[in-house]
């Protein structure tokens, strides 16, 4: 059981080199990083293209499950996250390239 789970995780890792996308500048980014980035890559967020309310949803759901956000940061981030990554974003992914 143990090793099937090894590779599970093992399969699901970006492999060595990726290079992430990085957040555009702005108020709430740091938050945003320290908030998120301990269950997900930036990639996660640059790819939605969430509606303020959609956001809204999301953050609160994020931080029912346990994402630490002060409430005084709350709105910061959904403004943030709302402007960069609403229904307008124009996200390219990263390519990788396979070595073999």
């Keep these: 059981m143990k090793l099937l789970l090894v590779l599970i995780l093992a399969a699901?890792?970006?492999q060595p080199g990726t290079?992430?996308?990085?957040?555009?500048p702005g108020e709430a980014k740091a938050?945003?990083?320290a908030a998120?980035?301990?269950c997900?890559?930036?990639?996660?967020?640059?790819?939605?293209r969430l509606t303020p309310k959609q956001w809204t949803a999301t953050v609160e759901k994020?931080?029912?499950?346990?994402?630490v956000?002060?409430?005084?940061q709350k709105t910061p981030i959904i403004d943030y996250l709302s402007k960069h990554f609403g229904p307008e974003n124009k996200f390219?992914?990263?390519k990788v390239g396979v070595s073999r």
Excluded: N
């Excluded at 994020?62 to 994402?67: E, F, Q």
């Excluded at 956000?69 to 005084?72: K, Q």
């Design 40 to 48: 997900h890559a930036g990639d996660l967020l640059v790819q939605q």
């Design 19 to 24: 290079k992430f996308k990085e957040l555009p």
């Design 36 to 38: 998120c980035y301990a």
């Design 31 to 33: 938050d945003i990083e």
């Design 92 to 94: 390219e992914p990263t």
């Design 12 to 14: 699901t890792l970006p």
């Design 69 to 72: 956000v002060p409430e005084s």
């Design 62 to 67: 994020m931080m029912r499950w346990g994402a």
